[in-house]
């Protein structure tokens, strides 16, 4: 099986706060599978504890058979594959803290740092992966992936996608300018109204 790792972004509890996660890691080779959510933060030099808002994860096969795993730090987990090629984590996020390194979700919106709600696969940290969003149909996206069908955006590596910050929002605002050949992107959200 060809080696990939997608993530999937659930919008359905915002009144709650819960953000679900998805990951799929395909060409698994290997008894054991360690994944890590980070401690760091692009831009801060400071530590964070993001795994104290991951909650109900479950893990499994690419045929929904229940995987074992344990947590072995504050932020990382080992999964006994049991001789599957494909492994399938499910999570929660608790999303309520509104900030320039935080993930936020709510009726009106959803802001992620990915670094702070998607795991990375210990050695594979290089290889190219994949963010879909599940969001409502109205909503646009505003992010710095390149896009690869509706809603579905690829990364180069993760650190890539640690490094592209989103927002999604129905009521999201943007213009464009270019000056010297390079395009510049203005995205507003909220009730504001700018003069463009």
Not at 11 to 17: D, L, T
Not at 129 to 139: A, F, K, R, V
């Amino acid at each position: 099986m060809e080696q990939k790792i997608g993530y999937e972004l659930k919008y359905s509890n915002p009144h709650r706060h819960f953000l679900n996660v998805e990951m799929t890691v395909s060409g698994v080779k290997g008894d054991v599978l360690e994944l890590q959510l980070p401690s760091w933060r692009p831009g801060r030099y400071e530590l964070g504890d993001f795994a104290q808002n991951i909650q109900k994860l479950a893990v499994c096969d690419g045929d929904g058979n229940t995987l074992k795993f344990k947590k072995t730090t504050k932020d990382r987990w080992l999964v006994v594959c049991s001789n599957a090629d494909e492994v399938v984590l499910k999570y929660n996020v608790y999303a309520k803290e509104l900030g320039g390194g935080s993930t936020y979700l709510d009726v009106d919106q959803l802001y992620v740092n990915p670094i702070n709600c998607c795991m990375y696969v210990v050695g594979r940290e290089w290889e190219e992966c994949s963010l879909q969003l599940d969001i409502p149909d109205e909503w646009r996206v505003a992010i710095g992936l390149p896009i690869i069908g509706k809603n579905k955006f690829v990364a180069k590596s993760f650190d890539h996608l640690a490094d592209s910050p989103f927002i999604a929002s129905g009521m999201l605002q943007h213009n464009s300018y270019e000056v010297a050949g390079v395009k510049f992107n203005l995205w507003f959200q909220g009730e504001f109204k700018p003069e463009w």
